[in-house]
Structure formats: C-alpha cells, structure tokens
C-alpha cells in the first residue's frame, strides 16, 4: 500500500472521506507535517524523503515542480492531481483503489490526473 500525503489546498472533504473509508491508508495533510505555507519545492522535497504520494489540486505549478525534480534526477515518488471539479466521492473512489492497490515506488517520477 502507498502512502499518501494532501498538499495544502487539497480538499479536507476527500481526506476525511479516504480516512473514513479505510483507516489503513497512511494519509497526512500538509498541515499536519507542519509545513503549511511551504512552497511546492519544499512540500515534494518534504514528499520524496517521506515517500508519499502527493495529492493536489495545483496543476499549474506543482506539476512543473515535478517535472523538474524528474529532470534532476531527483526522487519524485509521485503525484496524483484532481481536477476541482471532481466530485468527491469520485475522488475518494479513485485515491482508494490507487493507495490499496498500489506498490511503494510503483508512481515514481510519474504524474497522474483523476478522475482515472
């Protein structure tokens, strides 16, 4: 199973509801590692040395920070980036099929968008 964590923006209803659905899924918000206000840099430095997926709503810069942590060489275990306009329980579907069927390092270096 993968870890996962929330950017800062990404929506409390679907951390709540993946956290309601399954408490064996390793979720943790942004806030919660205590680094609310960081920039994207630091939040998928901060990702990739925890090995967490990261869950955003942000697809106009994080998207490009990833990219470049790949380019670099850098470890980038992955980001799963939900439109705003998926519906929640959509989203909460889609994050519980990928956190429990997915491997460790399966998304790294990879972007994905949800709806799947």
């Known amino acids: 199973?993968?870890?996962?964590?929330?950017?800062?923006?990404?929506?409390?209803?679907?951390?709540?509801?993946?956290?309601?659905r399954s408490s064996a899924i390793d979720i943790v918000s942004v806030q919660e590692a205590?680094?609310?206000?960081?920039?994207?840099?630091?939040v998928l430095e901060w990702a990739a040395r925890e090995g967490r997926v990261l869950l955003s709503h942000?697809?106009?810069?994080?998207?490009?920070?990833a990219y470049e942590r790949v380019k670099a060489g850098l470890p980038m275990p992955g980001v799963?980036?939900?439109g705003r306009s998926?519906?929640?329980a959509k989203a909460?579907?889609?994050?519980?099929l990928l956190a429990e069927c997915g491997l460790d390092g399966e998304w790294e270096g990879q972007v994905r968008y949800l709806p799947l």
């Open 34 to 42: 205590g680094l609310s206000g960081a920039s994207d840099a630091a």
């Open 92 to 96: 909460i579907e889609d994050i519980l």
């Open 1 to 20: 199973m993968i870890r996962l964590a929330a950017d800062e923006n990404f929506n409390g209803d679907v951390v709540r509801g993946v956290r309601r």
């Open 58 to 65: 942000d697809v106009s810069t994080l998207t490009r920070f």
């Open 86 to 88: 998926v519906p929640v």
């Open 80 to 82: 799963f980036q939900a």
